[in-house]
């Protein structure tokens, strides 16, 4: 069971753009230590948060910079803010979990494979593509993020190797099933129409990538068409939305 604290804080960080840091103290617990020091306000009580961390965590929570660690502070006092008779948080301490159970070791390092951070590396080198001009590239590894995403969902909610035959409409649809996210599972018209939405860019981008990318290189119908950049533009930042919303919701079944 996730940290309550943890949480909340994980919550504000992906608010504020985080995702990296959000993903970082994931299966982290954390404590509140409370002295018997009076602080600014009236009875309020100076106090350190301390996030105790896996040690395969805290190696790269060690190698934080300043910013980054302010940025987790700073969400750490929108969980507690400061008010009369209240804890008043003047330091975080991040320390190694070294009693973590040796199955929640692996298991986050199972889970670092496919992450937040992994998202936007990927998306980082989409557009790496789209500054050199390579946009049939930039499709491809639009695609290619989408089918990590949704292989690791599958593969770890069945606990089974998944076999894919490249037919990302059908993995996607799998995904749906496990995750609830089919338009049926809805009565809401207007999500209904949403999820229905997301079926139709995965339809699209399996398509524009399977008949113009570097992937199968180009039908013979379509040795005439380029993708041009607004395109594959718009491809990678689509891919990069539903792959975070796929995510987001497999991170929920975990809670």
């Known amino acids: ?15 504020k753009g985080r995702d990296d840091l959000a993903d970082l103290i994931r299966y982290s617990k954390s404590t509140l230590d409370e002295s018997s020091t009076y602080g600014s306000r009236l009875y309020s009580r100076l106090s350190t948060f301390t996030i105790f961390s896996p040690p395969s965590k805290q190696k790269n929570i060690e190698k934080l910079s300043e910013d980054d660690k302010s940025e987790i502070f700073n969400a750490v006092l929108l969980v507690y803010p400061l008010g009369d008779n209240e804890p008043e948080i003047k330091h975080v301490e991040y320390l190694p979990d070294f009693d973590s159970e040796e199955e929640n070791v692996v298991e986050v390092k199972e889970l670092e494979r496919i992450s937040f951070e992994f998202i936007h590396q990927q998306i980082k080198k989409c557009n790496n593509k789209i500054a050199e001009k390579d946009f049939d590239g930039a499709v491809t590894n639009a695609r290619s993020l989408i089918e990590s995403v949704s292989l690791f969902i599958v ?90 919303y796929l995510f987001l919701s497999y991170e929920k079944t975990l809670t």
């Open 155 to 244: 593969e770890n909610i069945k606990k089974e190797k998944v076999e894919y035959d490249g037919n990302l409409i059908k993995l996607y649809k799998q995904v749906a099933l496990l995750l609830k996210m089919s338009p049926g599972d809805y009565e809401d018209s207007n999500l209904k129409q949403i999820l229905s939405g997301v079926f139709s860019i995965i339809n699209g981008v399996s398509s524009l990538r399977n008949d113009y990318s570097d992937a199968h290189g180009l039908a013979p119908s379509k040795t005439s068409y380029k993708i041009d950049e607004r395109h594959a533009i718009l491809t990678i930042n689509l891919s990069k939305t539903i792959s975070e």
């Open 1 to 15: 069971m996730e940290d309550n604290d943890i949480r909340k804080i994980r919550k504000v960080l992906s608010y």
